[in-house]
């Protein structure tokens, strides 16, 4: 069964920095690409960023120029490299590895960001 564990999270103030890191394990696939979410409290959960194999990547449109995706795809990890922290970007960040058939979650590492 496929693994997936997120560490780096933590309490940070605003203007702060954070550098999350997500590792898979268990993977007998390519992951399609591989990308970080955000959730807060009664709300859905929603995509921060994407990177693929390519090194192409996208962001949500409320970190770009602030947040960085990386991935190494021999190594199955991904990290976002979050500067310039805003109270909003405050949540339970998830990692997610994509297969033709389905998304892998990690547990989550939660960001709180203190104005």
């Known amino acids: 069964q496929v693994l997936v564990m997120e560490s780096g999270g933590g309490l940070v103030q605003a203007g702060g920095s954070l550098r999350l890191s997500c590792a898979a394990s268990r993977i007998d696939f390519r992951p399609n690409s591989m990308g970080w979410y955000r959730q807060v409290p009664g709300k859905q959960r929603e995509l921060v960023a994407t990177i693929w194999p390519d090194g192409d990547s996208n962001y949500a449109n409320s970190v770009k120029g602030r947040f960085t995706i990386s991935g190494d795809y021999a190594k199955n990890t991904v990290y976002l490299q979050m500067n310039s922290l805003k109270p909003e970007d405050s949540g339970d960040y998830f990692c997610?590895?994509?297969?033709?058939?389905?998304?892998?979650w990690g547990q989550g590492t939660q960001v709180t960001v203190s104005s």
């Open positions: 997610a590895v994509r297969s033709d058939a389905r998304t892998y």
